[in-house]
Protein backbone atom coordinates (compact mmCIF):
# COMPACT_ATOMS: atom_id res chain seq x y z
CA UNK A 1 0.00 0.00 0.00
CA UNK A 2 1.25 3.31 -0.88
CA UNK A 3 -0.89 6.45 0.20
CA UNK A 4 0.59 10.10 -1.16
CA UNK A 5 -0.30 13.00 1.05
CA UNK A 6 -0.39 16.56 1.21
CA UNK A 7 -0.69 18.99 4.00
CA UNK A 8 0.37 22.64 3.54
CA UNK A 9 0.87 24.03 6.81
CA UNK A 10 0.88 23.80 10.39
CA UNK A 11 -3.21 22.21 11.18
CA UNK A 12 -3.12 19.91 8.35
CA UNK A 13 0.53 18.54 9.79
CA UNK A 14 -1.41 17.72 12.62
CA UNK A 15 -4.32 16.29 11.38
CA UNK A 16 -2.21 14.38 8.53
CA UNK A 17 0.27 12.68 11.66
CA UNK A 18 -3.09 11.22 13.40
CA UNK A 19 -4.38 9.95 9.86
CA UNK A 20 -0.96 8.12 9.26
CA UNK A 21 -0.88 6.85 13.04
CA UNK A 22 -4.83 5.16 12.49
CA UNK A 23 -4.04 3.88 9.25
CA UNK A 24 -0.97 2.21 9.88
CA UNK A 25 -3.32 0.16 12.37
CA UNK A 26 -5.23 -1.16 9.49
CA UNK A 27 -2.37 -0.87 6.67
CA UNK A 28 0.72 -1.75 8.48
CA UNK A 29 3.10 -2.44 5.78
CA UNK A 30 2.22 1.15 3.96
CA UNK A 31 4.52 3.79 3.08
CA UNK A 32 3.51 7.84 3.21
CA UNK A 33 5.28 10.02 0.47
CA UNK A 34 4.28 13.33 -0.63
CA UNK A 35 4.40 17.38 0.99
CA UNK A 36 4.20 17.50 4.97
CA UNK A 37 5.29 18.22 8.13
CA UNK A 38 7.43 17.25 11.02
CA UNK A 39 4.89 15.41 12.68
CA UNK A 40 3.91 13.90 9.70
CA UNK A 41 7.57 12.89 9.22
CA UNK A 42 7.98 11.46 12.91
CA UNK A 43 5.16 9.13 11.74
CA UNK A 44 7.27 7.97 9.32
CA UNK A 45 6.29 9.98 6.58
CA UNK A 46 8.92 10.85 3.31
CA UNK A 47 8.19 13.80 2.75
CA UNK A 48 9.54 15.15 -0.94
CA UNK A 49 8.51 18.77 -0.02
CA UNK A 50 8.22 20.52 3.36
CA UNK A 51 4.63 22.16 4.55
CA UNK A 52 6.29 24.77 4.73
CA UNK A 53 6.55 25.05 1.26
CA UNK A 54 3.24 25.80 0.83
CA UNK A 55 2.55 28.18 3.28
CA UNK A 56 1.45 31.34 1.96
CA UNK A 57 -0.12 34.70 3.73
CA UNK A 58 -2.67 36.74 1.49
CA UNK A 59 -2.96 37.28 -2.35
CA UNK A 60 0.01 39.12 -2.45
CA UNK A 61 2.58 36.65 -1.22
CA UNK A 62 0.20 33.94 -3.01
CA UNK A 63 1.04 35.78 -6.48
CA UNK A 64 4.68 36.40 -5.85
CA UNK A 65 5.36 32.81 -4.67
CA UNK A 66 3.20 31.46 -7.90
CA UNK A 67 5.98 30.51 -10.06
CA UNK A 68 8.19 28.30 -6.83
CA UNK A 69 4.21 26.77 -6.31
CA UNK A 70 3.73 25.92 -9.67
CA UNK A 71 7.33 24.40 -9.78
CA UNK A 72 6.17 22.14 -6.94
CA UNK A 73 3.08 21.07 -7.87
CA UNK A 74 4.49 20.07 -11.64
CA UNK A 75 7.44 18.22 -9.81
CA UNK A 76 4.73 17.04 -7.73
CA UNK A 77 2.52 15.37 -10.37
CA UNK A 78 5.73 13.72 -12.49
CA UNK A 79 6.36 11.96 -9.24
CA UNK A 80 3.11 10.70 -8.57
CA UNK A 81 1.95 9.53 -12.21
CA UNK A 82 5.39 7.96 -12.77
CA UNK A 83 4.90 5.61 -9.71
CA UNK A 84 1.06 6.30 -8.96
CA UNK A 85 -0.50 5.59 -4.99
CA UNK A 86 -2.72 3.20 -3.92
CA UNK A 87 -4.64 7.31 -3.28
CA UNK A 88 -4.06 10.80 -2.86
CA UNK A 89 -5.00 12.89 0.01
CA UNK A 90 -5.46 15.95 0.24
CA UNK A 91 -5.06 17.79 3.45
CA UNK A 92 -6.82 20.89 3.47
CA UNK A 93 -4.74 24.02 1.29
CA UNK A 94 -7.87 23.62 -1.36
CA UNK A 95 -5.99 26.08 -3.63
CA UNK A 96 -3.52 23.87 -3.97
CA UNK A 97 -4.39 20.40 -3.57
CA UNK A 98 -7.82 20.69 -5.44
CA UNK A 99 -5.64 21.06 -9.00
CA UNK A 100 -3.59 18.05 -7.96
CA UNK A 101 -6.26 16.10 -7.24
CA UNK A 102 -8.52 16.82 -10.15
CA UNK A 103 -4.93 16.01 -12.89
CA UNK A 104 -4.60 12.37 -10.70
CA UNK A 105 -8.25 11.30 -10.82
CA UNK A 106 -7.88 12.32 -14.51
CA UNK A 107 -4.69 9.76 -14.67
CA UNK A 108 -6.66 7.03 -12.67
CA UNK A 109 -5.79 8.02 -9.30
CA UNK A 110 -8.38 7.35 -6.11
CA UNK A 111 -8.60 10.80 -4.74
CA UNK A 112 -9.80 12.15 -1.40
CA UNK A 113 -9.90 15.19 0.15
CA UNK A 114 -9.68 15.93 4.11
CA UNK A 115 -11.53 18.96 5.69
CA UNK A 116 -14.16 20.48 3.46
CA UNK A 117 -13.89 23.70 2.21
CA UNK A 118 -16.72 26.56 3.80
CA UNK A 119 -18.83 25.89 0.80
CA UNK A 120 -21.32 26.26 3.15
CA UNK A 121 -20.66 30.04 4.09
CA UNK A 122 -19.47 31.45 1.04
CA UNK A 123 -18.30 30.47 -2.87
CA UNK A 124 -20.68 27.59 -3.32
CA UNK A 125 -19.91 27.29 -6.64
CA UNK A 126 -16.73 25.88 -5.64
CA UNK A 127 -18.64 22.39 -5.01
CA UNK A 128 -18.20 21.59 -8.47
CA UNK A 129 -14.66 21.82 -8.84
CA UNK A 130 -14.27 20.14 -5.71
CA UNK A 131 -16.28 17.60 -6.95
CA UNK A 132 -14.28 16.94 -9.89
CA UNK A 133 -10.80 16.49 -8.09
CA UNK A 134 -11.87 14.33 -5.13
CA UNK A 135 -13.30 11.21 -5.33
CA UNK A 136 -14.57 11.34 -1.33
CA UNK A 137 -14.45 14.35 0.87
CA UNK A 138 -14.05 13.81 5.17
CA UNK A 139 -15.85 16.97 6.13
CA UNK A 140 -15.38 17.86 9.81
CA UNK A 141 -18.60 19.94 10.34
CA UNK A 142 -21.84 17.17 10.50
CA UNK A 143 -23.91 19.29 7.93
CA UNK A 144 -21.49 19.21 5.40
CA UNK A 145 -21.99 15.72 3.49
CA UNK A 146 -25.53 16.45 3.50
CA UNK A 147 -24.79 19.66 0.92
CA UNK A 148 -22.62 17.22 -1.13
CA UNK A 149 -24.92 14.69 -0.85
CA UNK A 150 -27.40 17.48 -3.02
CA UNK A 151 -24.61 17.25 -6.11
CA UNK A 152 -23.80 13.66 -5.82
CA UNK A 153 -20.58 13.51 -4.35
CA UNK A 154 -19.62 11.55 -1.74
CA UNK A 155 -18.76 12.91 1.93
CA UNK A 156 -18.48 11.70 5.27
CA UNK A 157 -18.57 13.45 8.85
CA UNK A 158 -15.54 12.55 10.44
CA UNK A 159 -15.68 14.95 13.65
CA UNK A 160 -13.35 17.74 14.64
CA UNK A 161 -9.86 16.67 15.72
CA UNK A 162 -9.93 19.65 18.70
CA UNK A 163 -13.51 18.07 19.95
CA UNK A 164 -11.32 14.63 21.17
CA UNK A 165 -8.41 16.29 22.32
CA UNK A 166 -9.95 19.19 24.54
CA UNK A 167 -12.12 17.49 27.56
CA UNK A 168 -15.66 18.31 28.38
CA UNK A 169 -15.56 19.17 31.49
CA UNK A 170 -14.60 22.91 32.04
CA UNK A 171 -10.25 23.28 32.89
CA UNK A 172 -10.65 26.43 34.55
CA UNK A 173 -8.78 25.34 37.88
CA UNK A 174 -5.56 23.28 35.97
CA UNK A 175 -5.54 26.27 33.52
CA UNK A 176 -5.15 29.31 36.29
CA UNK A 177 -2.79 27.05 38.33
CA UNK A 178 -0.58 26.73 35.09
CA UNK A 179 -0.83 30.21 34.45
CA UNK A 180 -0.23 30.84 38.15
CA UNK A 181 -3.59 32.71 38.26
CA UNK A 182 -5.38 33.46 41.21
CA UNK A 183 -8.58 30.91 42.00
CA UNK A 184 -11.29 34.15 42.28
CA UNK A 185 -9.60 36.51 40.01
CA UNK A 186 -11.92 37.64 37.27
CA UNK A 187 -10.09 37.16 33.84
CA UNK A 188 -10.96 38.61 30.34
CA UNK A 189 -8.45 36.49 27.59
CA UNK A 190 -8.10 38.90 24.87
CA UNK A 191 -7.45 36.68 21.64
CA UNK A 192 -6.78 39.47 18.32
CA UNK A 193 -5.71 36.85 15.69
CA UNK A 194 -2.72 34.98 14.71
CA UNK A 195 -2.02 36.74 11.54
CA UNK A 196 0.23 39.66 11.81
CA UNK A 197 -2.80 41.67 9.58
CA UNK A 198 -5.47 41.01 12.21
CA UNK A 199 -3.45 42.05 14.93
CA UNK A 200 -2.87 45.34 13.32
CA UNK A 201 -6.65 46.16 12.84
CA UNK A 202 -7.49 45.05 15.68
CA UNK A 203 -5.29 45.66 18.67
CA UNK A 204 -6.08 49.56 19.34
CA UNK A 205 -9.99 48.77 19.33
CA UNK A 206 -9.11 45.59 21.55
CA UNK A 207 -7.12 48.22 24.15
CA UNK A 208 -9.43 50.36 24.04
CA UNK A 209 -11.83 47.71 25.14
CA UNK A 210 -9.35 46.90 27.91
CA UNK A 211 -9.36 50.63 29.14
CA UNK A 212 -13.14 50.50 29.46
CA UNK A 213 -13.45 47.65 31.49
CA UNK A 214 -10.70 48.35 33.22
CA UNK A 215 -12.31 51.55 34.13
CA UNK A 216 -15.51 50.10 35.32
CA UNK A 217 -13.70 47.04 36.95
CA UNK A 218 -10.48 47.80 38.70
CA UNK A 219 -9.66 44.30 39.81
CA UNK A 220 -10.00 42.59 36.26
CA UNK A 221 -7.35 41.15 34.60
CA UNK A 222 -6.76 40.67 31.07
CA UNK A 223 -4.53 37.92 29.14
CA UNK A 224 -3.44 38.27 25.81
CA UNK A 225 -1.80 34.90 23.97
CA UNK A 226 0.41 36.15 21.24
CA UNK A 227 1.62 33.47 18.56
CA UNK A 228 4.48 35.52 17.18
CA UNK A 229 7.64 37.54 17.97
CA UNK A 230 5.91 40.10 15.52
CA UNK A 231 2.63 39.89 16.25
CA UNK A 232 3.50 40.54 20.46
CA UNK A 233 5.68 43.36 19.42
CA UNK A 234 2.71 45.31 17.48
CA UNK A 235 0.29 44.43 20.40
CA UNK A 236 3.30 46.03 22.59
CA UNK A 237 3.22 49.11 20.11
CA UNK A 238 -0.23 49.29 20.10
CA UNK A 239 -0.15 49.32 24.10
CA UNK A 240 2.13 51.99 24.29
CA UNK A 241 0.15 54.44 21.86
CA UNK A 242 -2.61 53.77 23.94
CA UNK A 243 -1.13 54.72 27.00
CA UNK A 244 -2.11 51.92 28.89
CA UNK A 245 1.13 50.14 30.07
CA UNK A 246 -0.29 50.70 33.61
CA UNK A 247 -3.29 48.07 33.15
CA UNK A 248 -2.74 44.38 34.31
CA UNK A 249 -2.53 43.24 30.82
CA UNK A 250 -0.19 39.97 30.40
CA UNK A 251 1.13 39.35 27.84
CA UNK A 252 1.96 35.24 26.63
CA UNK A 253 3.89 33.31 24.20
CA UNK A 254 1.41 30.98 23.03
CA UNK A 255 -0.70 29.25 26.08
CA UNK A 256 -4.09 30.40 23.91
CA UNK A 257 -5.75 27.69 25.33
CA UNK A 258 -4.69 28.10 28.64
CA UNK A 259 -5.76 31.66 28.49
CA UNK A 260 -9.36 30.71 26.87
CA UNK A 261 -9.83 28.24 29.34
CA UNK A 262 -8.59 30.04 32.72
CA UNK A 263 -10.92 33.28 31.36
CA UNK A 264 -14.61 33.93 32.92
CA UNK A 265 -14.77 35.50 29.04
CA UNK A 266 -13.28 35.09 26.11
CA UNK A 267 -12.91 38.52 23.33
CA UNK A 268 -11.61 36.71 20.15
CA UNK A 269 -11.07 37.45 16.48
CA UNK A 270 -13.25 35.22 14.12
CA UNK A 271 -11.67 31.84 13.54
CA UNK A 272 -10.79 28.48 14.84
CA UNK A 273 -10.22 30.42 17.89
CA UNK A 274 -14.25 30.86 18.88
CA UNK A 275 -14.50 26.67 18.44
CA UNK A 276 -11.71 26.25 21.02
CA UNK A 277 -12.92 28.64 23.18
CA UNK A 278 -16.48 26.94 22.61
CA UNK A 279 -14.74 23.10 23.22
CA UNK A 280 -13.46 24.89 26.52
CA UNK A 281 -17.14 25.71 27.67
CA UNK A 282 -16.09 29.81 27.80
CA UNK A 283 -18.64 32.81 27.02
CA UNK A 284 -17.33 34.76 24.15
CA UNK A 285 -17.64 37.99 22.19
CA UNK A 286 -16.62 37.55 18.33
CA UNK A 287 -15.27 40.45 16.71
CA UNK A 288 -13.58 40.95 13.19
CA UNK A 289 -12.06 43.65 10.56
CA UNK A 290 -11.01 43.30 7.64
CA UNK A 291 -10.34 46.22 4.26
CA UNK A 292 -13.30 47.97 3.39
CA UNK A 293 -13.17 46.34 -0.31
CA UNK A 294 -12.55 42.94 1.03
CA UNK A 295 -15.62 43.35 4.06
CA UNK A 296 -17.85 44.30 0.76
CA UNK A 297 -16.42 41.10 -0.70
CA UNK A 298 -17.21 39.20 1.69
CA UNK A 299 -20.65 40.81 2.42
CA UNK A 300 -21.74 39.87 -1.15
CA UNK A 301 -20.63 36.13 -1.24
CA UNK A 302 -21.29 35.02 2.17
CA UNK A 303 -24.58 33.08 2.29
CA UNK A 304 -24.61 32.87 6.47
CA UNK A 305 -26.04 35.62 8.86
CA UNK A 306 -23.20 34.39 11.11
CA UNK A 307 -19.34 34.21 11.19
CA UNK A 308 -18.22 32.66 14.32
CA UNK A 309 -17.91 28.49 14.29
CA UNK A 310 -20.41 28.18 17.56
CA UNK A 311 -23.06 30.17 16.32
CA UNK A 312 -22.72 28.52 12.72
CA UNK A 313 -23.05 24.96 14.15
CA UNK A 314 -25.90 26.21 16.73
CA UNK A 315 -27.89 28.04 13.39
CA UNK A 316 -28.25 30.56 15.90
CA UNK A 317 -26.48 33.66 18.04
CA UNK A 318 -25.34 31.46 20.88
CA UNK A 319 -22.93 34.34 21.57
CA UNK A 320 -22.80 38.07 19.97
CA UNK A 321 -21.00 38.83 17.18
CA UNK A 322 -19.24 42.35 16.40
CA UNK A 323 -17.78 42.58 12.65
CA UNK A 324 -16.53 45.22 11.27
CA UNK A 325 -18.06 48.81 12.29
CA UNK A 326 -20.44 47.11 14.90
CA UNK A 327 -16.61 46.22 16.84
CA UNK A 328 -16.33 49.58 18.75
CA UNK A 329 -14.46 49.63 22.05
CA UNK A 330 -17.93 50.48 23.89
CA UNK A 331 -19.88 47.97 22.33
CA UNK A 332 -17.24 45.15 22.77
CA UNK A 333 -17.33 46.27 26.17
CA UNK A 334 -20.55 46.05 27.22
CA UNK A 335 -20.89 42.66 25.69
CA UNK A 336 -17.88 41.39 27.73
CA UNK A 337 -19.60 43.14 30.95
CA UNK A 338 -22.97 41.13 30.05
CA UNK A 339 -21.19 37.87 30.38
CA UNK A 340 -19.11 39.08 33.34
CA UNK A 341 -22.49 40.11 35.36
CA UNK A 342 -24.98 37.30 34.11
CA UNK A 343 -23.05 33.86 35.78
CA UNK A 344 -26.93 32.29 35.04
CA UNK A 345 -26.17 32.84 30.86
CA UNK A 346 -22.93 31.42 31.48
CA UNK A 347 -24.34 28.09 32.81
CA UNK A 348 -26.71 28.06 30.15
CA UNK A 349 -24.38 28.68 27.32
CA UNK A 350 -21.78 26.28 28.64
CA UNK A 351 -24.33 23.12 28.16
CA UNK A 352 -25.16 24.40 24.77
CA UNK A 353 -21.31 24.46 24.03
CA UNK A 354 -21.16 20.77 25.95
CA UNK A 355 -23.68 19.34 23.35
CA UNK A 356 -21.94 20.59 19.99
CA UNK A 357 -19.08 19.56 21.79
CA UNK A 358 -20.48 15.77 21.46
CA UNK A 359 -21.74 16.32 18.48
CA UNK A 360 -18.08 16.61 17.31
CA UNK A 361 -16.47 14.34 19.26
CA UNK A 362 -17.03 10.92 16.89
CA UNK A 363 -12.48 9.73 17.68
CA UNK A 364 -11.95 11.91 14.35
CA UNK A 365 -8.34 9.78 13.36
CA UNK A 366 -10.60 6.23 13.05
CA UNK A 367 -13.13 7.61 11.90
CA UNK A 368 -10.91 9.46 9.10
CA UNK A 369 -9.15 6.17 8.71
CA UNK A 370 -12.14 3.76 7.60
CA UNK A 371 -13.90 6.55 5.35
CA UNK A 372 -10.11 6.01 3.64
CA UNK A 373 -10.31 1.80 3.37
CA UNK A 374 -13.73 1.79 2.45
CA UNK A 375 -12.44 3.51 -0.32
CA UNK A 376 -9.77 1.49 -1.33
CA UNK A 377 -11.57 -1.43 -0.57
CA UNK A 378 -14.28 -0.51 -4.04
CA UNK A 379 -11.39 0.06 -5.66
Known amino acids: MRIAMVAGEASGDLLAAHLIR ?19 QAQGFDAWWPCETLSVMGYVDAIKRLPELLRVRRGLLA ?3 QNPPDVFIGIDAPDFNLG ?3 RLRRAGVRTLHYVSPSI ?7 VHKIGRAAEHILCLFPFEPEIYARHGIQATFVGHPLADEFPIASQVG ?3 EILQLEVDAQIVAILPGSREGEVRRLAATYIETIKLLAAERPALQFLVPLITRQTRQIFEEALYLAGAQHLSVRLLFGHAHEAMAAADVVLVASGTATLEAALLKRPMVISYKVGALMYRIAKYLTYLPWVGLPNIL ?3 FLVPELIQNEATPDKLAAAVGKWLDDKDACALLATRFETIHLSLRQNNAEKAAEAVALLLARA
Open 79 to 81: RLK
Open 314 to 316: ARE
Open 22 to 40: ALRVKFPMASFVGIGGPKM
Open 100 to 102: VET
Open 174 to 176: PAR
Open 120 to 126: WAWRGSR
